[in-house]
């Protein structure tokens, strides 16, 4: 949900899953119908600690920037900071 509570709708498909190193899938935001990018998440294993690195491509400059006025970015940053309180609990679930 955004702050104003509204909630948004996303689409998509996965195009390639390479376990464990990579995912690409599709993404349009019913916000900005028709337009899609290509999203690919790898992962990458150093010394015990997992680095995720998230991409997006655009068709255009104007794609690109029409998503990030959207606000995405903190949509994201709060996904992540979701994803790390549930490792957390993982984590302290393993050890207990």
Do not use: C, N, Q
């Amino acid at each position: 949900r955004g702050p104003d509570g509204e909630e948004d709708g996303f689409h998509g498909e996965f195009r390639e899953i390479v376990r464990p190193e990579r995912i690409v899938w599709t993404f349009e935001w019913e916000g900005m119908p028709g337009h899609v990018s290509v999203d690919t998440l790898t992962l990458e294993e150093h010394e015990g600690k997992t680095t995720v690195i998230a991409t997006s491509a655009f068709d255009s400059v104007e794609d690109r920037d029409g998503m990030l006025g959207s606000g995405m970015e903190s949509g994201a940053a709060e996904s992540y900071d979701r994803l790390d309180e549930y490792l957390e609990v993982l984590r302290e679930r393993s050890v207990g």
